[in-house]
């Protein structure tokens, strides 16, 4: 199992932006898949984006053309850049990792977007 710590969340006024960062405590190189979710009061934990190991990525729709997903192999981690930042992504963004059928989740970081 792989130990991920987030970083990088805060408060921002709409149309900011946020970079998060997610690092893991072994190499990502043979991870399946790495991602961000996020979670706002009251709702369900939702898909924001993912990386696989062949560096294909997806985007839930609400973020698409506004976030972007990378990843720094030689420093196991994964980043999450938001732009163009709106009250609705406020949440608790996670990083997940998925690997020979394993999850694994960081304890999150709080993403404030203020109007």
């Known amino acids: 199992q792989v130990q991920l710590v987030e970083s990088g969340g805060g408060l921002v006024q709409a149309g900011g932006s946020l970079r998060l960062s997610c690092a893991a405590s072994r190499s990502i190189f043979s991870i399946k898949s790495m991602g961000w979710y996020r979670q706002a009061p009251g709702k369900q934990r939702e898909l924001v984006a993912t990386i696989t190991s062949s560096g294909f990525t997806n985007y839930a729709d609400s973020v698409k053309g506004r976030f972007t997903i990378s990843r720094d192999m030689a420093k196991n981690t994964v980043y999450l850049q938001m732009n163009s930042l709106k009250p609705e992504d406020t949440a608790v963004y996670y990083c997940?990792?998925?690997?020979?059928?394993?999850?694994?989740w960081g304890q999150g970081t709080q993403v404030t977007v203020s109007s």
């Open positions: 997940n990792s998925y690997t020979w059928g394993t999850d694994s």
